[in-house]
């Protein structure tokens, strides 16, 4: 029985190797569906507590917390407008670029007026 030499010079039947790479692919496809799993069952447009997925005029009515959240439609400047953070560049340093905004893009507010 021929037998293969692998890094480091240990030795292995050909079954175990044809084993490991088998387990290996399983685990890699099992990792790709659990993904497209999880993506499938994410929510666009809008946010969802407690089972409830808000969308619309009820997304743009939320409250400013200090973690943000950026939704469909958003500037930086309606939410500065919204929040009363005019320091939404300063404080955010991932934001390389105003206009470069997109939905989903977490941001710290630090309203500097009350709601």
Known sequence: MASRVRKGGLRCPPWVAAAADTASW???????????????????GGEQRAGVVVR???LSERACEEIYVV???????????KCGDPYILEQN???????DV??????KITPSKPR
């Open 56 to 58: 619309g005029a009820a």
């Open 71 to 81: 939704a469909e439609g958003e500037t930086l400047h309606s939410i500065s407008d």
């Open 93 to 99: 340093p991932h934001v390389h670029d105003p206009d």
């Open 26 to 44: 399983c685990v890699a496809l099992s990792l790709v569906a659990l993904l497209l799993v999880c993506s499938l069952g994410a929510t666009t």
């Open 102 to 107: 997109f939905p989903g893009l977490v941001i």
